[in-house]
């Protein structure tokens, strides 16, 4: 059993910042990737950024590229997503995922998943 806990979304205007952080757990689990989707109402799910402490890289998304920035504690399994001037499209429900393996912006990439957290930008 592996678990992927998410917490700091809420409701916050826009240009506003506000800081996701993800756990994960598991008795043999060893998260290789860990990183952030985003899925808004009527829209798939996409890639928001990731990273791999194998390879010793990050990924971000171009949509958020400059605003959004992921770090990191491979050896406590934690990821943040710092998230800065928000602007309303913005808005969506946003899932932690890991794999103990490479990772990648497709979700099959990952095997693991968190509930998500809503995140919601206002005007």
């Known amino acids: 059993q592996v678990q992927l806990i998410e917490s700091g979304g809420g409701l916050v205007q826009a240009g506003g910042s506000l800081r996701l952080s993800c756990t994960a757990s598991?008795?043999?689990?060893?998260?290789?990737?860990m990183g952030w989707f985003r899925q808004a109402p009527g829209k798939e799910r996409e890639f928001v950024a990731a990273?791999?402490?194998?390879?010793?890289?990050?990924d971000v998304a171009d949509s958020v590229k400059g605003r959004f920035t992921i770090s990191g504690d491979n050896a406590k399994k934690l990821v943040y997503l710092h998230m800065n001037n928000l602007k309303p499209e913005d808005t969506a429900v946003y899932y932690c995922?890991?794999?103990?393996?490479?990772?990648?912006?497709?979700?099959?990439?990952?095997?693991?998943w968190g509930q998500g957290t809503q995140v919601t930008v206002s005007s």
């Open positions: 990273v791999s402490w194998r390879i010793g890289v990050a």
């Open positions: 598991g008795r043999t689990f060893s998260a290789r990737t």
């Open positions: 995922a890991a794999s103990s393996a490479s990772g990648a912006r497709t979700i099959s990439g990952y095997a693991y």
